[in-house]
């Protein structure tokens, strides 16, 4: 090989076909839990042999960006290697060539990407209770170039007090989700009977039928109950305003074997920064509650115009006049921003239809003491028909709004042209880049024909 023109049947010949086979990942996440969203993995890639007798080996180039490789790897003449160290969530795309015995090296053969679908985030679980269903929710991203395929699920496990390892506990499917779509998924355990109380961790991992296609999540801790007695099982995350109200919602157990007394009530508990201790705030009739019901009850709690902004938490107990009659729940976070803003009303959405756009509108009242800042925006989400959680679709600027005035706004929504026909819901708040400024406005149902 070495006239040009035998480099140049060389350079033509090499690397007939160069793939990705897959990825595989470091045996130390396969049986631990993790706390970070960055994670190590392994890629094997895998070519035809050229021919050539004097054929002396290939190397592999890699980068981040198509066309810039900035690190190369002389794997000799072997048809595979495997490169670990990689990052998975980042794009890498390959390219190999050949070269003989005399030093001459081939061109590029065709670029590989590579980019693993990954899962960043889970959400709290609630009311999780020894021999009753909770429900797991990931947030899956499809980082990779093309749809996944018919058999991708996203499969869960957990590990508890006592248990030895993590348990794989369910999946639920992801197929078709296309290249660079994010998806809310969930699955609903049936927490074992005999399963002891305490803290547990839940984490998820994408698989096809023969392999992992993901790196594992990170882990989520929640709480697992004794689901007998009476019990407050389950609180739910607010925001609220200072010098506004906001409502706190609890779900209430009687696992007892009589209905609960007449006097029966939740009461609310809250903490904040610079309080001293915890302050009864309030409290829900749960009257009657049969034996074996469980029951939802709500407080509307009016934050002191002169709390400090922050990190608030609550919880709640069962009580009759005289005595508690349930242990404490777990805590929930409140986050009390300034009140710098409120979604007062949000418009009946009509002719909305899958793959056009649609208009949202909002009035956002100032109720700050100044205009609103140059980042203020009114930020929509949406949920319908198939959808796992709620959606982020969009915002509008409410910038310079004044101090005690009211406008209308509104945010043209492109429905996807797959959405499914149905009765879908929207909703709105006021943001700065930072921070939420107002709370949650009330929620509009709308037809997607």
Known sequence: MSSNSTLSQFRKAVLSCFHVFGFIFLLTLIFTFHTTTIYSAQVTLAWDPNNESDLAGYKIYYGNSSGDYDTNIDVGNQTSYTISGL???????FVATAYDTSGNESGYSEEEFYNAPVIPSLWPVKG???GQSCKLWAKF???SSSALPSDAKVRFWVNGPGWSGSHWVGETSVAGLRAGGTIWC???WDVPSDAPAGTYKYLAQVWTTSKAVSPWSASMDFSVIDSSGIRVVSLWPVTGATGQSSRFWAQANNNDSSSLPSDAKVRFWVTGPSWSGSHWVGEASVAGLKAGKPKWCSYDWNIPS??????????AQVRTTSKAISPWSAGEYISVTGGKAQVVYLGPVTGALS???SSFWVDVENTSSSALPSDAKVRFWVTGPGWSGSHWVGETSVAGLAAGGTQSYSYDWLIPSDAQAGTYRYWAQVWTTSEAVSTWSTREDFSVQ
């Open 87 to 93: 990052v998975d969530g980042n794009a890498y795309y």
């Open 128 to 130: 999780a209770m020894s």
């Open 141 to 143: 991203k499809n980082t």
């Open 186 to 188: 969930s699955y609903d």
């Open 306 to 315: 002169d709390a400090p902004v922050g990190t608030y938490a609550y919880w």
């Open 355 to 357: 793959g056009q756009s």
